[in-house]
């Protein structure tokens, strides 16, 4: 995973780039979430911070650049709102509003500038 998967802004959907919303450059938050879940459930703990913290310096690089949260993120590019797919990125939507607050709950910022 880290390896392939893992993206300066959290972990990508997939490697593959063909345009579509479910692969790359594209990362969501129930997949962060998983992710993150998984490996602290088997301590590997590190990563598990390292790709908290991405994830939530992207989401919050895109909210100071558009004052939104949105359901997807471009995890390659950082500041930019996912895209692809068959309708637009939509605003305001509740899987990323609750894993990232979340997140912020068990990653605060100053843990993620430590690590």
């Known amino acids: 995973m880290q390896r392939r998967l893992l993206e300066p802004g959290g972990v990508v959907t997939t490697p593959l780039a063909t345009g579509e919303q479910w692969d790359s450059p594209n990362g969501w938050a129930p997949l962060q979430w998983i992710a993150i879940s998984g490996l602290r459930d088997y301590g590997h703990l590190a990563l598990a911070l390292s790709i908290a913290c991405r994830w939530l310096s992207n989401v919050e690089d895109v909210y100071q650049h558009t004052g939104k949260l949105v359901e997807k993120y471009d995890v ?40």
């Open 76 to 115: 390659v590019h950082l500041g930019r709102s996912g895209g692809g797919g068959e309708y637009p990125t939509q605003d305001g939507f509740g899987w990323t509003n609750g894993v990232t607050r979340q997140l912020m709950t068990l990653y605060p910022a100053e843990q993620c500038k430590e690590g």
